[in-house]
T-cell receptor, first 113, second 117 residues
Framework: QQPVQSPQAVILREGEDAVINCSSS?????VHWYRQKHGEAPVFLMI?????EQKGHEKISASFNEKKQQSSLYLTASQLSYSGTYFC??????????????FGAGTRLAVHP | EPEVTQTPSHQVTQMGQEVILRCVPI?????FYWYRQILGQKVEFLVS????????KSEIFDDQFSVERPDGSNFTLKIRSTKLEDSAMYFC???????????????FGPGTRLTVL
């Protein structure tokens, strides 16, 4: 049930773009994206509820293709503050679960000047 | 801005001892969670709690673990007899509304680092 994220790590220069992918072997209803900086708690970025819908947060956007059971996070014109580990937390089709988040292994993003 | 708080920030204990980790969720939230993160690894779900009972728990959450909301504001995680492998960062989280809406964002506390010696 654990989602698969790729790539595992990304190194960027400030201003460059990156894409982080998340896929699940199970049917998805929604996908949560979180960012965790070293030594800190995960911070919610966005949730995607509908297939193909894009959401945005700063210069970070995401898409969700429920048919392909995939979500992608797009980081545009990256800033130093984007550095951290990005986790996707897919939520399966409703089964009476209570919002537990099953995180993937994460993608480490490092943005350098 | 309301936030989830956790105490202590760091707890050191001897193997076999009991520990209680404390959390104060955001005041109008109804759903509470514990997650843990072993150093360098991913965040793992432990348990969710709603209406004074456990809603869901993972296989990690065995009989050594228990949760409680003793007074309407605190939410605690107890580990009865700690093991070395319990060493991790423990995060508490809360959310306002479950279900098929956009309001199930989970707010995480800063975490308690548990070190078992």
């Amino acid at each position: 049930q654990q989602p698969v994220q790729s790539p595992q790590a990304v190194i960027l220069r400030e201003g460059e773009d990156a894409v982080i992918n998340c896929s699940s072997s199970k049917a998805l209803y929604s996908v949560h994206w979180y960012r965790q900086k070293h030594g800190e708690a995960p911070v919610f970025l966005m949730i995607l509820l509908k297939g193909g819908e894009q959401k945005g947060h700063e210069k970070i956007s995401a898409s969700f293709n429920e048919k392909k059971q995939q979500s992608s996070l797009y980081l545009t014109a990256s800033q130093l503050s984007y550095s951290g580990t990005y986790f996707c937390g897919p939520r399966g089709t409703f089964s009476g679960g209570y919002n537990k988040l099953i995180f993937g292994a994460g993608t480490r993003l490092a943005v350098h000047p | 801005e309301p936030e989830v708080t956790q105490t202590p920030s760091h707890q050191v204990t001897q193997m076999g001892q009991e520990v209680i980790l404390r959390c104060v969720p955001i005041s109008n939230h109804l759903y509470f969670y514990w997650y843990r993160q072993i150093l360098g690894q991913k965040v793992e779900f432990l348990v969710s709690f709603y209406n004074n009972e456990i809603s869901e728990k993972s296989e990690i959450f065995d009989d050594q673990f228990s949760v409680e909301r003793p007074d309407g504001s605190n939410f605690t995680l107890k580990i009865r007899s700690t093991k070395l492998e319990d060493s991790a960062m423990y995060f508490c989280a809360s959310s306002y509304h479950r279900g098929l809406s956009s309001y199930n964002e989970q707010f995480f506390g800063p975490g308690t680092r548990l070190t078992v010696l």
